[in-house]
Protein backbone atom coordinates (compact mmCIF):
# COMPACT_ATOMS: atom_id res chain seq x y z
CA UNK A 1 0.00 0.00 0.00
CA UNK A 2 1.70 3.55 -1.07
CA UNK A 3 1.19 6.83 1.14
CA UNK A 4 1.17 10.18 -0.64
CA UNK A 5 2.09 13.37 0.71
CA UNK A 6 1.53 16.71 -1.27
CA UNK A 7 3.80 19.77 -0.65
CA UNK A 8 4.12 23.12 -2.39
CA UNK A 9 0.55 24.75 -2.77
CA UNK A 10 0.34 28.67 -1.30
CA UNK A 11 -0.91 31.79 -2.46
CA UNK A 12 0.42 33.51 -5.67
CA UNK A 13 -0.67 36.51 -7.67
CA UNK A 14 -2.33 35.62 -11.00
CA UNK A 15 0.21 35.13 -13.49
CA UNK A 16 2.73 33.42 -11.17
CA UNK A 17 4.07 29.76 -10.63
CA UNK A 18 4.30 27.03 -8.03
CA UNK A 19 5.80 23.42 -7.99
CA UNK A 20 3.89 20.94 -6.22
CA UNK A 21 5.70 17.90 -5.35
CA UNK A 22 4.01 14.48 -4.06
CA UNK A 23 6.35 12.05 -2.43
CA UNK A 24 5.22 8.33 -2.31
CA UNK A 25 5.96 5.93 0.32
CA UNK A 26 5.39 1.95 1.10
CA UNK A 27 5.82 0.89 -2.02
CA UNK A 28 7.98 0.46 -5.47
CA UNK A 29 6.83 4.29 -6.35
CA UNK A 30 7.75 3.00 -10.22
CA UNK A 31 5.02 0.28 -10.25
CA UNK A 32 2.37 3.44 -10.04
CA UNK A 33 0.73 5.51 -12.68
CA UNK A 34 0.68 8.84 -10.85
CA UNK A 35 -2.05 11.74 -11.76
CA UNK A 36 -2.82 15.13 -10.57
CA UNK A 37 -6.66 16.05 -9.54
CA UNK A 38 -7.83 19.33 -8.29
CA UNK A 39 -11.17 20.31 -6.42
CA UNK A 40 -12.83 23.91 -6.29
CA UNK A 41 -15.10 24.43 -3.70
CA UNK A 42 -19.00 23.76 -4.70
CA UNK A 43 -16.84 21.59 -7.73
CA UNK A 44 -16.38 17.87 -8.72
CA UNK A 45 -12.73 16.69 -8.30
CA UNK A 46 -11.52 16.87 -12.28
CA UNK A 47 -7.89 15.85 -14.04
CA UNK A 48 -5.56 17.73 -14.26
CA UNK A 49 -2.78 15.52 -15.31
CA UNK A 50 -1.38 11.92 -15.27
CA UNK A 51 2.35 10.20 -15.84
CA UNK A 52 2.78 6.88 -16.97
CA UNK A 53 4.99 4.63 -14.96
CA UNK A 54 8.26 5.70 -16.39
CA UNK A 55 7.32 8.82 -17.35
CA UNK A 56 7.21 8.84 -21.01
CA UNK A 57 3.60 9.10 -21.24
CA UNK A 58 2.02 11.69 -20.54
CA UNK A 59 -1.72 13.64 -20.32
CA UNK A 60 -3.11 17.11 -19.95
CA UNK A 61 -6.48 18.28 -18.96
CA UNK A 62 -7.28 20.87 -22.03
CA UNK A 63 -7.06 24.03 -19.59
CA UNK A 64 -3.85 23.65 -18.20
CA UNK A 65 -2.21 22.77 -21.42
CA UNK A 66 0.35 25.06 -22.02
CA UNK A 67 0.83 26.06 -18.66
CA UNK A 68 1.57 23.08 -16.15
CA UNK A 69 3.89 19.97 -15.99
CA UNK A 70 3.99 17.28 -14.43
CA UNK A 71 7.37 15.57 -14.19
CA UNK A 72 8.15 12.08 -12.03
CA UNK A 73 11.55 11.28 -10.45
CA UNK A 74 11.31 7.36 -9.83
CA UNK A 75 14.78 6.96 -7.77
CA UNK A 76 13.05 9.53 -5.36
CA UNK A 77 9.94 8.20 -5.39
CA UNK A 78 7.95 11.98 -6.19
CA UNK A 79 6.20 13.11 -9.22
CA UNK A 80 5.74 17.17 -9.38
CA UNK A 81 3.26 19.30 -11.10
CA UNK A 82 4.87 22.59 -12.09
CA UNK A 83 2.17 25.24 -12.11
CA UNK A 84 2.95 28.33 -14.69
CA UNK A 85 0.74 31.67 -15.31
CA UNK A 86 -1.59 30.72 -12.88
CA UNK A 87 -4.90 32.49 -13.10
CA UNK A 88 -7.43 32.96 -10.48
CA UNK A 89 -9.89 29.68 -11.90
CA UNK A 90 -7.07 27.98 -11.24
CA UNK A 91 -7.67 27.85 -7.15
CA UNK A 92 -8.36 24.32 -6.07
CA UNK A 93 -6.91 22.18 -3.57
CA UNK A 94 -4.77 19.75 -5.49
CA UNK A 95 -4.60 16.20 -4.84
CA UNK A 96 -1.77 13.24 -6.36
CA UNK A 97 -3.27 10.02 -6.83
CA UNK A 98 -1.37 6.59 -7.75
CA UNK A 99 -2.76 3.57 -8.90
CA UNK A 100 -0.86 0.07 -9.55
CA UNK A 101 -0.39 -0.63 -12.91
CA UNK A 102 1.45 -3.54 -14.77
CA UNK A 103 1.15 -1.44 -18.39
CA UNK A 104 3.37 0.98 -18.79
CA UNK A 105 1.90 3.02 -21.16
CA UNK A 106 -1.17 3.52 -19.29
CA UNK A 107 -2.24 6.78 -17.76
CA UNK A 108 -5.75 7.39 -16.30
CA UNK A 109 -7.64 10.49 -15.90
CA UNK A 110 -10.80 9.81 -13.92
CA UNK A 111 -10.52 9.29 -9.84
CA UNK A 112 -12.28 6.22 -10.12
CA UNK A 113 -9.75 4.56 -11.69
CA UNK A 114 -6.84 5.73 -8.82
CA UNK A 115 -6.62 4.09 -5.64
CA UNK A 116 -4.67 6.04 -3.82
CA UNK A 117 -4.54 9.51 -2.96
CA UNK A 118 -2.84 12.04 -0.75
CA UNK A 119 -4.36 14.75 1.57
CA UNK A 120 -4.28 17.62 -1.01
CA UNK A 121 -2.77 20.80 -1.08
CA UNK A 122 -4.40 24.01 -1.66
CA UNK A 123 -2.98 26.44 -4.24
CA UNK A 124 -4.78 29.65 -4.09
CA UNK A 125 -4.37 32.35 -7.14
CA UNK A 126 -5.62 35.97 -6.33
CA UNK A 127 -6.05 38.23 -8.76
Not at 19 to 47: D, N
Not at 86 to 91: M, R
Amino acid sequence: QVQLAEFGGGLVQAGGSLRLSCIASGATFGHYVMGWFRQAPGKEREFVAGIGRYGAKLEYAEPVKGRFTISRENAKSTVYLQVNSLKPEDTAVYYCAADYQSNTNVIFDTPLQYEYWGQGTQVTVSS
